[in-house]
């Protein structure tokens, strides 16, 4: 059964400090089999690198 969530929670979510992204981002990356394994977690996550134009 999956968990209900409430729009207004979702709201209440702050972006994440530029230092802790890079951190997550070392660490997944750490763990990842390959490249692809990577991209996938980190977009997963939503601290994939950013598109161009962005």
Known sequence: M???SD??????VEPIAD??????RRVV???ATDADEC????????IGPAKPGD
Do not use: H, N, W
């Open 2 to 4: 999956p968990a209900k």
């Open 7 to 12: 729009p207004a929670e979702i709201g209440d």
């Open 19 to 24: 230092s802790t992204e890079r951190q997550a």
């Open 29 to 31: 990356a750490a763990y």
């Open 39 to 46: 991209r996938v977690f980190l977009s997963m996550l939503g």
